[in-house]
């Protein structure tokens, strides 16, 4: 057996115990590995392996080389923050719009906000909410007189 050098430290240290708190009772913490938390918040593994390289997802713990998620930890309003996304025709349908036209709306900047994925066009739930309410009229006259258009002055 070897025997500890004379000036060898001690982990944890003397004055590091004496500053530390300890919890009576801290309880159970139920840790799930990666597939068993994309089950959990009905995600797929890899969009969690995203979420940590990139930040903004749940909380994740390293032990050594093994990834664990603790699902009493809060991270339950995962669902509130995340983004709905749909692809372009199911957008179209929802706005009663044909697909070429929000095309046409995209291609103009004049549509709603889009996420672009490589080819795919994605579209957030609340960004098409938000894009119809601001293509809300009060009346026709309104709106036209109000942008100082042509349309209600008399012929000259």
């Not at 909380?59 to 709905?84: L, P, T």
């Not at 957008?91 to 929000?102: F, K, N």
Request: charged fraction near 25%; charge should be positive.
């Amino acid at each position: 057996m070897l025997a500890k050098p004379q000036g060898a430290r001690r982990f944890p240290t003397r004055n590091l115990l004496e500053r530390a708190e300890f919890a009576k009772d801290a309880g159970t913490v139920r840790f799930v590995d990666t597939e068993a938390a994309a089950v959990h918040w009905r995600l797929k593994a890899h969009t969690l392996e995203v979420y940590r390289s990139l930040g903004g997802g749940p909380v994740f713990y390293k032990f050594g080389r093994w990834v664990r998620y603790a699902v009493e930890d809060g991270n339950d309003n995962i669902d509130a923050d995340r983004i709905r996304l749909i692809p372009a025709g199911a957008a179209a349908q929802y706005m009663s719009l044909t697909l070429h036209t929000l095309k046409l709306l995209r291609h103009t900047d004049s549509g709603p906000a889009y996420y672009k994925f490589g080819s795919w066009v994605r579209y957030a739930v609340r960004d098409l909410d938000a894009w119809a309410a601001t293509c809300r009229w009060a009346t026709t006259r309104e709106t036209y007189s109000s942008a100082g258009s042509n349309f209600l002055r008399s012929p000259t």
